[in-house]
C-alpha cells in the first residue's frame, strides 16, 4: 500500500491563498516525502590520524571537584526560591 503526502488543501487553517508565498508552484507539487531512492547513506571509510578521538580519562576525576562546606551558608531567598 503506497501512501500519497498530505494535500495542502486538506489544512483547514491553510488556504492556497494565505500560503501561496510558503509554496511558490503549484500546490500539487508540494511533497512531504522524498523517496527511498534519494536517502542519503554514509561511505565507510578510515579517517586520518590527525582526525581520531584521543580519550584521556582521568586517574581520580573527584580530585578537580571543589569541597563541600561542612556548614552550609544560611538561606538566603530570591526570585526562584522563596521561603515558602
Do not use: W
Not at 561511505?43 to 584521556?56: G, T
Amino acid at each position: 500500500m503506497q501512501l500519497s503526502p498530505p494535500r495542502i488543501d486538506a489544512i483547514p487553517s491553510c488556504s492556497v491563498n494565505k500560503c501561496s508565498h510558503l509554496f511558490p508552484g503549484p500546490v500539487s507539487s508540494v511533497l512531504a516525502y522524498k523517496k527511498v531512492a534519494k536517502k542519503v547513506r554514509p561511505v565507510p571509510a578510515s579517517l586520518p590520524e590527525d582526525y581520531h578521538i584521543i580519550h584521556q580519562c582521568p586517574s581520580d576525576p573527584l580530585a578537580s571537584l571543589a569541597p563541600l562546606l561542612v556548614n552550609p551558608l544560611p538561606f538566603t531567598p530570591g526570585q526562584r526560591l522563596t521561603q515558602e
